[in-house]
Each structure stands twice: as C-alpha cells, then as structure tokens.
C-alpha cells in the first residue's frame, strides 16, 4: 500500500517556476514508477511526466518537454517535478501516481491533487 500526499501548487505569473513534492508512505516506495498527471477544467486527465525506479528512465509529454523536470529521491520517499517557463495552459490540479514496475501496470495509487494557476 502507498499514500501520496502532492504539496508545492499554488498561483504563478507566466513564465515563473514552481516545484511540485509527492510525498509516499510505504517500504516499497523505491520500487514504484511515479508519474506525475494534471487535469484542467472540462479536459481529460493526462500524463504529465513520470520517473522509473531507479530514475534512469523518464517521460514527458511533448508540451512540456525542456520546462519540467522529474526525479526522485529514494531516500526520503518523494518524488518532484520542477515546472519552469509556465504557460497559461499549464493551469490544472496536478496528482501524483505510482504503479508497480512491468508494462501492464497501472497506476493504481494517487494523491489527492495539488492546484497550480498561472496567471497570463
């Protein structure tokens, strides 16, 4: 079993930074995936990032590709996601997910979202 609690969301001008955390309970936390997903207003949730165990593998979806930033830190059970250059669009409740390793996982555990508003 993993909880995940998000923190670091908040309101930003376009163009600044923010630093999102996930925070995991659990001894296993080292052997998860984590991904990170936003969801804006009347659109569908979609994957935003995610970081294999060992962090030598990770994804971004295209439109934040060169602005964000995944990784993770085993030790302290958490995993970031650094946003730069924020858009407008960027706008959305951000969660964190894990999912056990192998390519018919899902994600099964989820945080409880944390908002990020950029402001045009």
């Known amino acids: 079993q993993v909880q995940l609690v998000e923190s670091g969301g908040g309101l930003v001008q376009a163009g600044g930074s923010l630093r999102l955390s996930c925070a995991a309970s659990?001894?296993?936390?080292?052997?998860?995936?984590m991904a990170w997903f936003r969801q804006a207003p009347g659109k569908e949730r979609e994957l935003v990032a995610s970081?294999?165990?060992?962090?030598?593998?990770?994804y971004y979806t295209d439109s934040v590709k060169g602005r964000f930033s995944i990784s993770r830190d085993n030790a302290k059970n958490t995993v970031y996601l650094q946003m730069n250059s924020l858009k407008f669009e960027d706008t959305a409740v951000y969660y964190c997910?894990?999912?056990?390793?192998?390519?018919?996982?899902?994600?099964?555990?989820w945080g409880q979202g944390t908002q990020v508003t950029v402001s045009s």
């Open positions: 659990g001894r296993t936390f080292s052997s998860y995936v």
């Open positions: 970081i294999s165990w060992s962090a030598s593998s990770t």
């Open positions: 997910a894990a999912r056990r390793p192998g390519p018919s996982s899902e994600y099964n555990y």
